[in-house]
């Protein structure tokens, strides 16, 4: 252990910590931009300039290691003139349009700018307005509001794509795409995590916001949300609330609030996603179909996989996402059974994804979801109408989809799907005492593997998160190193509820807690409450087949709930 102080205050971490480490042991806020934990540590925005013994000159407290004896002082004058100055410098290039702005209220510049009573034109404006490219169905960039931290570069280089980097020189670098390309021409798959790293209103999801609106003041249209399991996890932090706080029931309220709309549970899909996965692994494990079989309920990985793994697309489920088959028993099942003409049934589904916004563009999948929101554009929906969000008593789910499974829930963290095909398998084949909660795969870690004896099977799995991660199980299932029955794949660190489409969480935060683990905590915390925790005893999905279906994996189901993929480029 290292031995130091900060602003006086004592202080003992381990060698080899920087000072920004240490200054949250010793509760002292250093602020910085381009710090982001677990994304990127580089120490080129200078807010985090800080004195200490035995340095020359200020340095950067997320770069700069500790030392036994050291003294560090965060805020004397000289550093505030520094912070002050930095801050007046990166908004003489910035498109200050902080009203209308996205991020207005919620961006971590204007904060800044706030607490060192940064000057906006202490050095004037000097830029060009520099295009908008809004051509990706899922992400929006505005160059003209970059700082250039680099943060989006860096969770968009961890996720292993690379489809951003810094363009050209000095003065007239920018954030982009090779030779000026598009976001939509690349291999970007969508996942949104450049967009959750960005500090300021530099990018966003593209909105469907006003599609939403129009429909709901349609008298035409009879509009129906559905909700995804995370997003009972995340969307209080819009409003204030703590980070793991389950507002499932205030979501439903205030959803309904929104206008003459029903709001239905995407955790039944999940289920029925469980049905159909289930059902697709027994029987390519007893016919010698292709294995492993990967997961399908991420359009991240999927487009990913497309990309760069087109070999693997045989292994992949041919199971639409969870979303998708929502959308299908909608305008086919729902419309039959209520007399509904398909084009008058307005499917909007709530997400904490921007890869999803990609998915409802997919031909092959049939056009049933007519938009799809993140929770961030639900969270503008019920500001924009003035509704009470906190103090809203709870609503609840709209029949004939109001009954779902715990094991339906944990979908929106790293592992749950493979928890929720565990929970069935274990069930159906191993019989009466199968065990409900399989530990191994939960938690954050990147990979997870776990070998489970399942009535006469050894089923031997993997759950990955993060495309980096991704890659490094591909990789081994590719050389022979690794085999395996089934590998769950996420593109977002940690699952959906890390996901690109979820609340902005400023690097205060996100770096002083772990973030990804305290929302699923919320998922498994409501899972465990359920008396209704395996997919394949909803009595739901039970109906959906008795009247609709007839079981997993008939004419029907593949004609509804399936789906193919295509090889793409890799550039
Ligand atoms: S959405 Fe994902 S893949 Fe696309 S640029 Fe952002 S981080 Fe990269
Ligand atoms: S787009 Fe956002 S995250 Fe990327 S460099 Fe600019 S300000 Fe930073
Ligand atoms: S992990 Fe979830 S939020 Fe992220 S891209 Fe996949 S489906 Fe979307």
Redesign the pocket.
């Known amino acids: 252990m290292v031995n130091l102080k900060i602003n006086g205050i004592p202080v003992s971490v381990p060698e080899g910590s920087t000072i920004l480490q240490a200054a949250k042991v010793a509760n002292v806020r250093i602020p910085t931009l381009c710090y982001l934990k677990d994304v990127q540590c580089v120490g080129s925005c200078r807010l985090c300039l800080v004195e200490a013994t035995g340095a020359r000159g200020l340095v950067t407290a997320c770069t700069y290691p500790v030392s036994e004896g050291m003294e560090v002082r965060t805020n004397t004058p000289a550093i505030r003139k520094s912070r002050k100055t930095t801050v007046e410098l990166i908004l003489s290039t910035h498109k200050k349009k902080c009203l209308s702005c996205v991020r207005s209220m919620n961006c971590e510049l204007q904060k800044l700018a706030l607490e060192y009573n940064a000057e906006e034109d202490r050095f004037g404006t000097d830029h060009d307005l520099k295009p908008i490219d809004d051509l990706s169905p899922?992400?929006v960039r505005d160059n003209s509001k970059c700082v250039m931290c680099t943060r989006?570069v860096a969770?968009?280089t961890q996720?292993t794509?690379g489809?951003?980097g810094p363009q050209n020189r000095g003065y007239a670098k920018t954030i982009g795409s090779p030779y000026g390309v598009s976001?939509a021409h690349?291999p970007?798959?969508?996942?949104?995590?450049?967009?959750v790293a960005c500090p300021v209103g530099a990018l966003y999801e593209k909105s469907n916001v006003a599609d939403v609106w129009g429909a709901i003041v349609d008298p035409t249209k009879k509009v129906v949300f559905f909700t995804a399991p995370s997003v009972r996890a995340t969307l209080g932090e819009a409003f204030g609330l703590p980070v793991g706080t389950n507002v499932e029931g205030k979501m439903v309220a205030a959803i309904k609030q929104l206008g003459d709309i029903k709001c239905f549970n995407m955790d039944i899909t999940a289920d029925l996603t469980i049905m159909e996965e289930a059902t697709e692994l027994m029987q390519r494990l007893s016919s010698g179909g292709t294995l492993p079989m990967f997961t399908s309920c991420c359009p991240?990985w999927v487009k990913f996989a497309e990309h760069y793994y087109p070999e693997f697309l045989p292994n992949i489920s041919t199971c639409k996402s969870p979303q998708e088959m929502f959308s299908a028993v909608l305008k086919t099942y729902y419309c039959e059974k209520n007399g509904i003409d398909p084009k008058d049934l307005f499917v909007v589904s709530v997400i904490p994804c921007?890869a999803k916004k990609f998915e409802v563009t997919r031909d092959e999948l049939g056009h049933y979801t007519d938009a799809a929101i993140t929770t961030r554009e639900l969270a503008k929906m019920i500001k924009e109408a003035g509704i009470d969000f906190v103090n809203i008593p709870d609503g609840e789910f709209d029949t004939p989809f109001e009954e779902a499974s715990g094991a339906g829930a944990i979908f929106g963290a790293t592992g749950g799907v493979m928890e929720a095909a565990l929970r069935t398998a274990a069930a159906k084949l191993g019989g009466s005492g199968a065990p409900i909660e399989f530990k191994e795969v939960r938690g954050t870690a990147g990979v997870k593997e776990a070998e489970y004896k399942v009535g006469s099977t050894v089923l031997k799995v993997a759950v990955a998160s993060g495309l980096n991660n991704a890659r490094k199980v591909l990789e081994d299932i590719r050389s022979g190193k690794k085999n395996y029955a089934f590998v769950e794949i996420m593109a977002c660190p940690g699952g959906c509820i890390n996901g690109?489409g979820q609340p902005y969480v400023h690097d205060e935060i996100r770096n002083s807690i772990d973030l990804k683990a305290v929302r699923a905590q919320a998922l498994y915390d409501y899972d465990r409450e359920k008396k209704l925790r395996t997919s394949h005893e909803n009595p739901a999905v039970d109906t959906l087949y008795k009247e609709y279906f007839e079981k997993p994996s008939s004419h029907k189901a593949h004609e509804l709930l399936h789906t193919t993929y295509t090889k793409r480029e890799k550039y």
């Open positions: 899922s992400v989006c969770a968009c996720q794509i489809a951003i976001l690349t970007c798959v969508n996942c949104g995590q450049c967009v991240g921007t690109g």
